[in-house]
């Protein structure tokens, strides 16, 4: 979000940027046990790649959301509004992706 703010970067260019960094990581780590929902969430991932933000945002609209899955569409939804220049939306949606657990480990890896 920040660079966000600092940067001339067009919207579409720096949530490609997160999203190409972490992509596999975070197909690796979508709960296996939401087959359907793992099948989704790829197609909008898909989508996302293809550049069609609107499609993105459709598809995890309809995204099953649980407690394991939540941080997920919300990373990807956030990251879909950003591109799509909505960073008021993608903001919050952001910040409630980095509270899931595994996404606080990763930063403390890094």
């Not at 660079?3 to 596999?24: G, I, N």
């Not at 991932?45 to 407690?67: H, N, S």
């Amino acid at each position: 979000v920040y660079t966000y703010q600092q940067t001339r970067t067009r919207p579409a260019e720096l949530a490609d940027a997160f999203l190409s960094e972490q992509a596999d990581e975070l197909l690796k780590d979508f709960p296996a046990d939401s087959t359907a929902g793992r099948v989704q969430f790829l197609a909008a991932l898909t989508q996302f790649r293809a550049g069609r933000y609107d499609a993105t945002i459709e598809q995890l609209r309809t995204l099953p959301a649980d407690k394991t899955t939540i941080h997920y569409k919300q990373y990807l939804l956030g990251l879909s509004r950003l591109a799509n220049k909505q960073p008021a939306d993608a903001i919050p949606l952001l910040k409630q992706a980095m509270t899931h657990p595994s996404a606080t480990k990763r930063r403390h890896d890094r």
